[in-house]
């Protein structure tokens, strides 16, 4: 598979945006996604007839408003981008990655200049938690997981078992990733649970789905994030402050029944299409961003993209290599554990977080000399070890 | 706004596929996509390893069954296609037209070789008929029109009105799109309603929103279609049947209170920016596939597309010249109305007939001499003028 297109040009973000994420009861997905897209627009220094095409990341905002179509429409004709092409992108948890890739496919080959990317997704709206839950196992197998009740969590929970079965990593290791993305977190204005807790805490924690408890979960969120590409030789009438993608890459799992449940095959193929792509390797990345749906997903990240060998992520994260400090900080941001998941935003606000790492402009929370970064996000049914996985490598334009 | 990326390569279509449309209570969204695909998989003589990505346009079909996510995935893991890029598209009724435009330009960027895009909805798993009008109308816009009772009949109700008062267009003019397209879809084994009825049997038909009756309407149906693209320089080896896509366009609609109702400025944009792209003018067309949701909206198309001038579109059928044999077949298929409207599908069941038909393999319904055929697909609310307007063009490859 090739990354790059043989005949591709050079693509740059000049911009990005993110709403707080949390729970939003008085807002819905129009006014959030609005803020985003404002954000992402000051921040690039275009105006918003500058917009040749937008691609809208959303998974379940549909589901509990029943506003299933037109959701980038009605966002961004609040902003007067009307006439450009405007499609929905989903493809569940990875919806927002997904539509940043479209987008950058569409500037690299030269049919649009100037694309924005942004996601956005409201659940607080619902009238009842079950429709939430409904929504989100929407992102699942409805008829061959979901209805023998093999939902995330149940399936993060086998995971986390097996992992620790062949691994022997352990529930401190696991809580440990948590108290670093919540104190991670607390540095993060836009961040819906930064917080202070304990490996004991976490311990304490109300037991969901054994071994996995309350703060071993990322929530559900409300909240949007935004970014703006264009093409590397026009960005630089606009910006100083162009970070290049380096490599895109979108994968899909493949079933395998005598697989093995403790890593994620989309993830490992689509790390090493970046690094093929790219010419870097895990060596080489400064940062990254990690889909940390659950504790246990960020340990296997650590090595199904390269950074620490087959069941060593729990001593990974014990020896504070993913620590802010350490070796390769992850999820600087919070995470989704503490920063929040409003699902089809989730993708483009990694992508922004790395943006403001690699321009220096993370303040207390920025990691120091940050030169490559990396962007992981994950989603799908278990047994198709997932439906997606997108990894995208940035660097400094200089 | 550029159509073909400065650097873009050729891409042609290799393979088409489409199911029955209709009512498939007994069937599922899996069943009819995978049906869908082998179609044209076997159509273009490459194997599912060939897929390099593929691109789902599903609108309404995760409102029905729960399953929002992953619809793209649950079909092609039937077929064994995996591991690839397998992303939703949804753009209203334009998700087909969308999902094709995504996989042209990521063919053309050369990301990918080949490309599958298909679509796919499934209504009739509704437990209430209400549940599909619900579904529908989260393609309009739920809290500024369907909730004031402005749903799409009423909406293209106003417009007809407003196109009779304005340019004289008789009932019997609009009668004549139902008459013809109906009797076209008795020679497509596909349709769903194909049938001979007479311009009375539409004037004595229920009345619904005035002035459109039951026969002005498409009805929402469950099917799948898919095309298979590929890059010229490849295609060869495949296979002879090569059509050439020949210019691409998705436009959204802009809103204009004190605009007229009786055009879509979104569809001539569209039709502009083909025309501009290929070189050729509606004079070059030798049919067309065109979103007949209610017939006064193929005569608005007439015109919009440049057809004949406007207003005169009530009298372009009136002389038949849209009729097969005419001018300028539109709807050789049937058109949604009698052909059927699976949302995600429509806009990939218009391109598959359309290659038929430059291939010279429509059968009974072939149109003589088919050179060029174009296809424009519609979807979304009012008051936006409609949130998306796709226009293609098509020709044989030499």
Known sequence: MRLRGREMREVVVIGVGMTVFGKHPDSNFIKLGTMAVWDALKDSNIKPGNIQAAYCGSAITGLITGQECNIGHLVLEQIGIRGIPIVRIENACVSGSAAFREAYISVGSGVHDIA????VEHVSGALEKEQVMRAVNGASDIEREVSKGMVFPGSFALIANRHIFQYG????????????NHRNGLLNRRAQYGMEISIQDVLNSKMLTD??????????SDGAAAVILCAKDLAKK???KRIRVLASSLRSGEFDPKGDITTFPATKNAAKDVYEASGYGPEDVSLAEVHDCFTIAEIIHYEDLGFCEKGKGGQFIGEGKSEMGGKVPFNASGGLMSKGHPLGATGLAQISEIVWQLRGEAGKRQVQNAKIGLTHNLGGYMHGDTSAVAVHLFQKDS
């Open 211 to 220: 071994p996995l408890r309350m703060y071993d979960y990322s929530p559900v």
């Open 169 to 180: 990593t352990t529930r401190e290791q696991m809580a440990k990733v948590s108290v670093k």
């Open 238 to 240: 606009f910006t100083d």
């Open 116 to 119: 924005l990317a942004f996601g």
